[in-house]
């Protein structure tokens, strides 16, 4: 029947990994877990998970608890009998029964290359610093947050366009083909585990929906990172009369500099900027609450009095 699979994982950067499993004549995926339905939009109807979703279409038993510390909640984890469990993007701790109720343990599928960037928003985390390479870490879970010894890894570089979507996109795939390499070798015995080291660790805690609005004393090449890195969420915000304007696509232009407050549209070339606290940051793409995103141009052409306005 091949290796035993349970899967963990919720959203879609975890649906590569899982198709891959599926697809492989030498598994067989007895069970998924996966968060339980989230409320969305004004109706806030219950909405499965990207990876629910695909375990409904391939017919998959489906575990959806809210919390895996309680003996009940990990009784069809024992019925299921993993050889292995694979963990993506999950979003629950994973209690010491469960980390060793499998024989080859849980490999973690991480967005990073362990030990930097630990935690829930590592591919946002990578960005905001102006990381130039990130990647994917194939991990031997333990009691920790992403602490547990490294099976293999793979690097990737971070685009000077690349937002937290399209960079997710990329390492997603990255992390199910290197799941995929990792697997038949970690169970032949083929790797040795290696120790994370520590010193080096640096953490990437949850995103907050606060964390989008704009500070614009900060220098641009700074804000320009936050709006790459909260798309598609929480999106970069900030205020212009009264109602929220989200910037979707910027260019910071750091030596350009102005005598203006920071928060001020100028004129730039044609569209827009925004004075900040080192240089100025170009708008390139925004979106007014209630309307459908605009190219600058198309935005400006509706938007009396925005050139010489304050925003914030």
Known sequence: MGLRVVFMGTPEFAVPTLRRLLADPEIQVVGVVTRPDKPKGRSRKPVPSPVKEVALEHGIP????????????????????????????????????????????????????????????????????????????????????????????????????????????????????????????????????????DALATYAPMLRKEDGWIDWTEPAVVIERKVRAYQPW????????????KVLAARPHPHVFRDEDAGTVIPWDGSAAVVTGAGVLELRKVQLAGKRPLDIEAFLRGARGFIGSRLG
């Open 62 to 197: 489906l575990h959806q608890p809210h919390t895996l510390r309680k003996p009940e909640m990990q009784r069809p984890l024992q019925t299921w009998a993993p050889d292995v469990i694979v963990v993506a993007a999950f979003g629950l701790i994973l209690p010491k029964a469960v980390l060793k109720l499998p024989p080859y343990g849980c490999l973690n599928v991480h967005a990073s290359l362990l030990p930097r960037w630990r935690g829930a928003a590592p591919i946002a985390a990578a960005i905001l610093a102006g990381d130039e390479v990130t990647g994917v870490t194939i991990m031997l879970m333990d009691e920790g947050v992403d602490t547990g010894p490294v099976l293999s890894q793979k690097e990737e570089p971070i685009r000077p366009d690349d937002t937290t979507a399209t960079l997710g996109a990329r390492l997603a795939y990255l992390g199910a083909d290197l799941l995929m390499e990792t697997l038949p070798r970690w169970v032949k015995g083929e790797i040795r585990p290696r120790p994370q080291d």
């Open 234 to 245: 929480p999106t970069a915000m900030t205020r212009w009369q009264h109602r929220v304007l």
